[in-house]
């Protein structure tokens, strides 16, 4: 079993940073792939990007790429999401995620691929 705990998350004004951090224990062997996704208000929870933490490979969407930055650390089994120029749309509870490469070889952009997540934590961006 693998358990998730985000931290980082806290209120800012636009054009601001943040850090979020995204903690891993258990089993965690097999589970190459740490994402993170976020729900806004009254919307669908959103994948914002992956890292494949054996390969060190990342990969982001469009509406966060450029702003939006993965890192691991390694001997700490953590995953830190470096979030920069945040904008009031950002506002969200973020969630960490956890699973295993799919069929293709690769880490899977949708939530149902991932088998296991942290409680998350909120992110809020003010103008």
């Known amino acids: 079993q693998v358990q998730l705990v985000e931290s980082g998350g806290g209120s800012v004004q636009a054009g601001g940073s943040l850090r979020l951090a995204c903690a891993a224990s258990g089993d965690t062997v097999r589970l190459n792939c740490r994402g993170w996704f976020r729900r806004a208000p009254g919307k669908e929870r959103e994948w914002l990007a992956n890292?494949?933490?054996?390969?060190?490979?990342?990969a982001y969407a469009s509406s966060v790429k450029g702003r939006f930055t993965l890192s691991q650390d390694n001997a700490k089994n953590t995953v830190y999401l470096q979030m920069n120029d945040l904008k009031p749309d950002d506002t969200a509870m973020y969630y960490c995620?956890?699973?295993?490469?799919?069929?293709?070889?690769?880490?899977?952009?949708?939530?149902?691929?991932?088998?296991?997540w942290g409680q998350g934590t909120q992110v809020t961006v003010s103008s």
């Open positions: 995620a956890s699973g295993s490469r799919v069929r293709s070889g690769f880490c899977s952009p949708f939530e149902d691929d991932f088998t296991a």
């Open positions: 890292m494949d933490t054996g390969r060190g490979t990342t």
